[in-house]
């Protein structure tokens, strides 16, 4: 059959079915068609045919579709290159804009808008060919430089957006995202103000929880200054944005009615969840300012979209997070109806660990993950038999070798959950011994984490300091004599000597409960 079109199209993908369904496709169409599973294979291709537009997957064997983009710059850079994908990515977008690509298609493809692509590529290209050609004119050249500020454009514009759902990511409470919110509102659209309001079933009237000013230097933290900002723009026109669910923007206010005649430009959008009315955000521009375009309203409902997300995730993990919380510390209230020593026993291990902690300048990170390490420590106790772990007399050697493994069970409860990777750690390590000779992994030295090694001195300085069935309380002279002696052996010894500093400071028995230490030794 004679070809309708001269144009030559090479399709390289490592999936079967997509090379047949596009070679068919536009062979029926008259274009004259090449296929390759690889880049490699491409390469040969081209070095045989000469092709007018090129259609290529990234992730293949042998050569990817980046690598190939580049060799075909290299090798002719007038033939246009279309990278389909179903994973895009900024990082992606910034290698291959600068070797000869000049669309993305979002797997997966529909034909129609494949054949539009080659339209309008080809088109491109043609345009291409003669911009070459006539490079020492002065049309060619506005031409490239216009080419050239319309992909530094998209390459800004991806960043906008990449940093946009990128930058929720790293929160961890909802207050603090709501705060990120409005900051990040200013940021992107350029804004002098910005306010957070809740409209949900419950608030059916708009609440300010949020807001951020220029002039504020940020996030404002008065309510009354809060207040002030979110009275700018009046509660109908929030109602309104919510409940038609479309965004706002009145490029020019000063002739409405109701608004403050401070404000020259506003945008509002509305924040759902599930389909549900969460909020409304506003952004506005006083008059000193200029006036916001579709763009920045482009942005802000952007923004929205993925706060919705962030929000949702946020709640979701609070609420699993504090029901894990409940049940781990159900458990440590089995083992203090089991044995009594042990629950006031991780208390004040923890309140100790915490002490020398703070003295060692750790972060509020560290001290809330020795917090729930030092809770938990010993709740591997539950999978002691009680007659071993409520004995009145000193074990036997087997049966000290069945107490030992409660820093693995313990380690194994809390992994299970899949929250608490470095609390685990450190449950399973607070029995290791500075010289290798502890347990369950005999680590030494500086491969038994930081914080366990904290924890492991705060555990021996309870455990002497409290009576036993076994024993009576050691006097706090003889405590610190033995803990010091353990410098190098049990024990990390920058460690010791913070304890002791704390210790001879009054801070260790600070923060003991009343009872639960003796005075300084002479």
Same mark, same amino acid.
């Given at each position: 059959?004679?070809?309708?079109? *001269?144009?030559?199209? /090479?399709?390289?993908?490592?999936?079967?079915?997509?090379?047949?369904?596009?070679?068919?496709?536009?062979?029926?169409?008259?274009?004259?068609?090449?296929?390759?599973?690889?880049?490699?294979?491409?390469?040969?291709? /081209? *070095?045989? @045919?000469?092709?007018?537009?090129?259609?290529?997957?990234?992730?293949?064997?042998?050569?990817?579709?980046?690598?190939?983009?580049?060799?075909?710059?290299?090798?002719?850079?007038?033939?246009?290159?279309?990278?389909?994908?179903?994973?895009?990515?900024?990082?992606?977008?910034?290698?291959?804009?600068?070797?000869?690509?000049?669309?993305?298609?979002?797997?997966?493809?529909?034909?129609?808008?494949?054949?539009?692509?080659?339209?309008?590529?080809?088109? *491109?290209?043609?345009?291409?060919?003669?911009?070459?050609?006539?490079?020492?004119?002065?049309?060619?050249?506005?031409?490239? #430089?216009?080419?050239?500020?319309?992909?530094?454009?998209?390459?800004?514009?991806?960043?906008?957006?990449? %940093?946009?759902?990128?930058?929720?990511?790293?929160?961890?409470?909802?207050?603090?995202?709501?705060?990120?919110?409005?900051?990040?509102?200013?940021?992107?659209?350029?804004?002098? #103000?910005?306010?957070?309001?809740?409209?949900?079933?419950?608030?059916?009237?708009?609440?300010?929880?949020?807001?951020?000013?220029?002039?504020?230097?940020?996030?404002?933290?008065?309510?009354?200054?809060?207040?002030?900002?979110?009275?700018?723009?009046?509660?109908?026109?929030?109602?309104?944005?919510?409940?038609?669910?479309?965004?706002?923007?009145?490029?020019?206010?000063?002739?409405?009615?109701?608004?403050?005649?401070?404000?020259?430009?506003?945008?509002?959008?509305?924040?759902?969840?599930?389909?549900?009315?969460?909020?409304?955000?506003?952004?506005?521009?006083?008059?000193?300012?200029?006036?916001?375009?579709?763009?920045?309203?482009?942005?802000?409902?952007?923004?929205?979209?993925?706060?919705?997300?962030?929000?949702?995730?946020?709640?979701?993990?609070?609420?699993?997070? @504090?029901? /894990?919380?409940?049940?781990?510390?159900?458990?440590?209230?089995?083992?203090?109806? *089991?044995?009594?020593?042990?629950?006031?026993?991780?208390?004040?291990?923890?309140?100790?660990?915490?002490?020398?902690?703070?003295?060692?300048?750790?972060?509020?990170?560290?001290?809330?993950?020795?917090?729930?390490?030092? /809770?938990?420590?010993?709740?591997?106790?539950?999978?002691?038999?009680?007659?071993?772990?409520?004995?009145?007399?000193?074990?036997?050697?087997?049966?000290?070798?069945?107490?030992?493994?409660?820093?693995?069970?313990?380690?194994?409860?809390?992994?299970?959950?899949?929250?608490? #990777?470095?609390?685990?750690?450190?449950? %399973?390590?607070?029995?290791?011994?500075?010289?290798?000779?502890?347990?369950?992994?005999?680590?030494?030295?500086?491969?038994?984490?930081?914080?366990?090694?904290?924890?492991?001195?705060?555990?021996?300085?309870?455990?002497?300091?409290?009576?036993?069935?076994?024993?009576?309380?050691?006097?706090?002279?003889?405590?610190?004599?033995?803990?010091?002696?353990?410098?190098?052996?049990?024990?990390?010894?920058?460690?010791?000597?913070?304890?002791?500093?704390?210790?001879?400071?009054?801070?260790?028995?600070?923060?003991?409960?009343?009872?639960?230490?003796?005075?300084?030794?002479?």
């Amino acid at each position: 059959m004679d070809s309708l079109h *001269k144009e030559r199209i /090479l399709f390289v993908d490592d999936e079967e079915s997509i090379l047949d369904v596009a070679s068919e496709y536009f062979m029926v169409k008259g274009y004259q068609v090449f296929t390759a599973r690889n880049g490699a294979e491409a390469i040969d291709i /081209l *070095k045989k @045919q000469q092709v007018d537009c090129c259609f290529t997957d990234i992730n293949m064997p042998v050569m990817d579709g980046l690598e190939l983009a580049e060799n075909i710059n290299n090798l002719d850079n007038t033939i246009p290159v279309v990278i389909m994908t179903g994973f895009p990515s900024l990082e992606n977008t910034i290698r291959t804009l600068k070797n000869g690509v000049v669309d993305f298609l979002i797997k997966p493809i529909n034909l129609n808008q494949l054949e539009l692509c080659l339209h309008r590529v080809l088109g *491109k290209q043609q345009l291409f060919v003669e911009n070459i050609l006539l490079k020492k004119e002065i049309e060619s050249k506005t031409r490239i #430089e216009a080419l050239n500020l319309e992909l530094i454009q998209k390459v800004e514009d991806l960043q906008t957006l990449n %940093r946009i759902m990128n930058d929720f990511s790293a929160i961890t409470n909802t207050m603090d995202l709501f705060n990120r919110l409005v900051q990040m509102v200013l940021e992107i659209t350029h804004a002098s #103000e910005s306010v957070f309001y809740m409209i949900n079933e419950t608030v059916t009237r708009p609440f300010a929880i949020a807001a951020a000013s220029t002039e504020m230097a940020g996030v404002v933290s008065s309510p009354i200054d809060m207040i002030n900002l979110a009275g700018r723009i009046p509660n109908s026109v929030i109602m309104e944005v919510a409940g038609e669910q479309t965004p706002l923007l009145v490029p020019e206010v000063t002739s409405i009615h109701g608004f403050s005649r401070d404000i020259k430009s506003l945008m509002i959008a509305p924040l759902r969840i599930r389909q549900k009315n969460f909020g409304v955000l506003s952004s506005v521009n006083l008059q000193d300012a200029r006036q916001f375009t579709e763009k920045e309203l482009y942005y802000l409902s952007f923004i929205t979209y993925h706060a919705a997300y962030a929000i949702e995730n946020l709640a979701l993990y609070e609420n699993i997070y @504090q029901n /894990l919380f409940s049940t781990i510390y159900a458990f440590v209230k089995a083992i203090g109806a *089991k044995d009594s020593y042990t629950e006031h026993h991780s208390n004040r291990v923890t309140a100790v660990a915490k002490v020398i902690a703070r003295e060692l300048g750790c972060s509020a990170e560290e001290l809330d993950i020795l917090n729930t390490a030092g /809770l938990l420590h010993d709740i591997g106790k539950i999978g002691i038999r009680d007659e071993i772990l409520l004995k009145p007399a000193r074990l036997t050697d087997e049966e000290y070798a069945i107490i030992k493994t409660h820093s693995t069970i313990g380690a194994t409860i809390v992994g299970q959950l899949g929250l608490w #990777e470095r609390e685990q750690q450190i449950i %399973r390590s607070h029995h290791e011994r500075y010289d290798g000779n502890g347990y369950p992994d005999g680590l030494k030295g500086m491969q038994i984490p930081f914080l366990a090694r904290i924890l492991s001195v705060a555990d021996v300085y309870d455990a002497l300091a409290s009576d036993r069935t076994y024993r009576a309380k050691m006097v706090e002279s003889q405590i610190l004599e033995i803990i010091q002696n353990g410098k190098g052996s049990f024990f990390d010894p920058d460690i010791v000597d913070i304890f002791v500093k704390a210790y001879r400071e009054g801070k260790i028995q600070e923060a003991l409960p009343c009872g639960h230490c003796s005075h300084n030794p002479s």
